[in-house]
């Protein structure tokens, strides 16, 4: 391998870095502690954003690490993706605010830093769906230019259409998911990693679990982080805390179901069992009977471990769509159930169910403040064309994106990259990848003994 190949990474990690420097130097301000017109900082914020941090840079690590040979870059290239986002996101949104287009600078606050690790969480997704098929320099340009069409989607589905998508299921899960999975589909099996790779064993089994266990118990904070007001952070907390539970338990009984010796499959428990919370997400300030949580719940693992069983085998074997991370069964398809969702609730309930919460969570409701037209049914026809213009940006999104990136790593065909695409992927030390090995040996004399 050239110099060139060698250190293309780092110059291109501090291009970017230095443009973020630059930007931030010009454009980007802290609010001003003498200006009130402006809530700086409230006492629920920054405990939620902890805990979305957290489910960011290890849950979402260690989810990952169940692949035998590859869990050191997992949770390494999660928390450089994670960084690197943070900025780009940061930066993005402030000059798409209002503020920038009025003064030519925006402020940063709480608020600004958990919508930054809401695009943490679209690149992530992604990233399951190609893990183990791109190295460090293709997840970075991944990373900028998804960041990119996902804050655009962002803009448009609540600034111009006004969706009501709470817990972001839509423009956080279901856009990472298919805007992964159509980069896939343009890489097909030319970028998979060989059957004995993508296995997993004991111990990295037992760090994915990790990973969930440490998800499932934020989720809630996940869906709630950026509502307003109290009154349905309230309710998006307590619904995502029980569509998971039900949706929890629906994963275990159907998991036994699908197995013909009755035995629980560690992929279901690992990804499933936390559909319910994405299924949930964007009408979890909604959703104003427990029962309903529940049933959602329900309704997403079921659709979730079905289509782990019977669904991406399918996929693999009829259009070589390989998701390494089984994320459509977790982001992708709940992501499109939570859209479904929105619409019923929207249609369901009556307005005068929700008191002066109403046009927060509508705010262009006929008789609101901002003297919208709009009442259920035309409420349902927004929700629909924003799971639309997701949908349809992700798809569009992927497949530029996957043009560019993927093709160019997998026609190279000499010795040389061959020999050294396993360590271009893996981006580890080799004294990393000793250590792994060693801990393999150990698994197998444990096994043995």
């Known amino acids: 391998?050239?110099?060139?190949?060698?250190?293309?990474?780092?110059?291109?990690?501090?291009?970017?870095?230095m443009i973020f420097l630059i930007l931030f130097?010009?454009?980007?301000?802290?609010?001003?502690?003498?200006?009130d017109s402006k809530r700086i900082y409230s006492g629920t914020d920054y405990p939620l954003f902890q805990d979305v941090h957290l489910m960011i840079f290890v849950g979402f690590g260690f989810l990952m690490a169940?692949?035998?040979?590859?869990?050191?870059?997992?949770?390494?290239?999660?928390?450089?993706?994670?960084?690197f986002v943070i900025q780009w996101a940061m930066l993005l949104r402030g000059f798409l605010s209002k503020q920038f287009q009025e003064t030519g600078?925006?402020?940063?606050?709480?608020?600004?830093?958990?919508?930054?690790?809401?695009?943490?969480?679209?690149?992530?997704?992604?990233?399951?769906?190609?893990?183990?098929?791109?190295?460090?320099?293709?997840?970075?340009?991944?990373a900028f230019f998804e960041t990119s069409f996902s804050v655009l989607v962002d803009h448009i589905v609540f600034n111009i259409l006004h969706v009501n998508d709470g817990?972001?299921?839509?423009?956080?899960?279901?856009?990472?998911?298919?805007?992964?999975?159509?980069?896939?589909?343009?890489?097909?099996?030319?970028?998979?990693?060989?059957?004995?790779?993508?296995?997993?064993?004991?111990?990295?089994?037992?760090?994915?679990?990790?990973?969930?266990?440490l998800l499932w118990v934020f989720f809630p904070s996940f869906n709630a982080a950026v509502q307003e007001p109290e009154d349905a952070r309230h309710r998006a907390i307590m619904n995502t805390y029980l569509a998971m539970a039900s949706g929890t338990v629906t994963t275990f009984i159907?998991?036994?179901?699908?197995?013909?010796?009755?035995?629980?499959?560690?992929?279901?428990?690992?990804?499933?069992t936390l559909s319910g919370g994405v299924a949930i997400g964007s009408a979890a300030n909604a959703v104003l009977y427990p029962s309903h949580a529940v049933a959602v719940g329900i309704c997403a693992s079921f659709v979730s471990v079905i289509g782990h069983a019977w669904l991406s085998p399918k996929l693999e074997k009829r259009f070589k769509l390989y998701d390494t991370c089984g994320v459509h069964n977790l982001h992708g398809i709940p992501g499109i159930l939570a859209?479904?969702?929105?619409?019923?609730?929207?249609?369901?309930?009556?307005?005068?169910?929700?008191?002066?919460?109403?046009?927060?969570?509508?705010?262009?409701?006929?008789?609101?403040?901002?003297?919208?037209?709009?009442?259920?049914?035309?409420?349902?026809?927004?929700?629909?064309?924003?799971?639309?213009?997701?949908?349809?940006?992700?798809?569009?999104?992927?497949?530029?994106?996957?043009?560019?990136?993927?093709?160019?790593?997998?026609?190279?065909?000499?010795a040389d990259f061959q020999s050294d695409s396993s360590e271009m992927s893996q981006w580890v030390q080799h004294n990393w990848r000793f250590l792994e090995q060693e801990l393999l040996e150990r698994e197998r004399l444990h096994e043995i003994y």
């Open 105 to 142: 600078t925006f402020t940063l606050g709480v608020p600004e830093m958990m919508c930054a690790d809401n695009s943490c969480a679209v690149v992530l997704i992604t990233m399951g769906v190609l893990l183990g098929r791109m190295t460090p320099v293709q997840f970075l340009l991944l």
């Open 66 to 83: 169940f692949l035998k040979r590859y869990g050191f870059s997992a949770v390494s290239v999660n928390l450089l993706l994670s960084a």
């Open 339 to 414: 859209g479904i969702f929105s619409i019923i609730f929207a249609l369901g309930y009556e307005p005068e169910s929700y008191g002066k919460t109403l046009y927060h969570i509508y705010p262009h409701f006929e008789g609101g403040p901002m003297n919208g037209e709009r009442n259920r049914e035309i409420q349902a026809v927004y929700q629909l064309a924003g799971m639309g213009v997701t949908l349809a940006t992700a798809v569009v999104g992927g497949l530029m994106t996957g043009t560019l990136l993927l093709p160019g790593q997998a026609d190279r065909r000499s």
């Open 25 to 35: 130097s010009l454009f980007c301000r802290y609010i001003d502690p003498l200006d």
């Open 254 to 272: 159907l998991s036994s179901l699908v197995d013909n010796l009755g035995r629980f499959n560690m992929i279901h428990i690992q990804s499933s």
């Open 1 to 17: 391998m050239c110099v060139w190949q060698r250190r293309q990474f780092s110059l291109l990690a501090l291009f970017f870095q």
């Open 167 to 213: 817990g972001r299921s839509l423009v956080v899960h279901a856009f990472g998911a298919y805007f992964g999975l159509a980069a896939a589909l343009v890489g097909k099996k030319k970028n998979v990693m060989e059957m004995d790779e993508q296995g997993s064993i004991h111990h990295s089994d037992l760090f994915s679990m990790i990973g969930t266990l």
